[in-house]
T-cell receptor, first 109, second 111 residues
Framework: GQQLNQSPQSMFIQEGEDVSMNCTSS?????WLWYKQDPGEGPVLLIA?????ELTSNGRLTAQFGITRKDSFLNISASIPSDVGIYFC?????????FGQGTTLQVKP | DARVTQTPRHKVTEMGQEVTMRCQPI?????VFWYRQTMMQGLELLAY????????DSGMPKDRFSAEMPDATLATLKIQPSEPRDSAVYFC?????????FGPGTRLTVT
């Protein structure tokens, strides 16, 4: 079946640093979504992307839909301690979402 | 602030018992999803509904799992009989188009 490769699996960074993570797929996706999950909670939608090449920001977060439609990246600028969590990409070829395995982010104050 | 609600938040049960999880989707959303999350498998789609009609339940073990939407405000996921390997966090999500909004999950432990 279709799979997403999300990298890196985990990151440990210093507060104030910028963060970049990405997802790649073997097939074309029509939609890319980025979620963040805090411990004990459900994933929260951060950014949704619908067009190839689209670049969308949400505060310190910026995500892009790759022009090949097979990848997407998420950047977090000037990280803060509350950015800690697991970030998931999700892609939609048709109908249902497929989720990446997640990137665990830890921020050292 | 509209949210997906799920009950119970935690459930501990013995193997062989029936488990029912409930979800109230966000009012106005026409699509409801059930996911299971484990460390090993990540987020797996079990089933989803559009306008209360089941569209895909291929991710669900049919012999023991069942999902229904008796009305637009309630979705249920039932496991009968439960097994230890069913231990996981079960999420409900609802949406209108491609964006899905998740509930807080039900953490199920089967002993």
């Amino acid at each position: 079946g279709q799979q997403l490769n999300q990298s890196p699996q985990s990151m440990f960074i210093q507060e104030g640093e910028d963060v970049s993570m990405n997802c790649t797929s073997s097939s074309i996706f029509n939609t890319w979504l980025w979620y963040k999950q805090d411990p004990g909670e459900g994933p929260v939608l951060l950014i949704a992307l619908y067009k190839a090449g689209e670049l969308t920001s949400n505060g310190r977060l910026t995500a892009q839909f790759g022009i090949t439609r097979k990848d997407s990246f998420l950047n977090i600028s000037a990280s803060i301690p509350s950015d800690v969590g697991i970030y998931f990409c999700a892609g939609q070829p048709t109908g249902k979402l497929i989720f990446g395995q997640g990137t665990t982010l830890q921020v050292k104050p | 602030d509209a949210r997906v609600t799920q009950t119970p938040r935690h459930k501990v049960t013995e193997m062989g018992q029936e488990v029912t999880m409930r979800c109230q989707p966000i009012l106005g959303h026409n699509t409801v999803f059930w996911y299971r999350q484990t460390m090993m498998q990540g987020l797996e789609l079990l089933a989803y509904f559009r306008n209360r009609a089941p569209l895909d339940d291929s991710g669900m073990p049919k012999d023991r799992f069942s999902a229904e939407m008796p009305d637009a405000t309630l979705a249920t996921l039932k496991i009968q009989p439960s097994e230890p390997r069913d231990s996981a966090v079960y999420f409900c999500a609802s949406g209108w188009s491609y964006e899905q909004y998740f509930g807080p999950g039900t953490r199920l432990t089967v002993t």
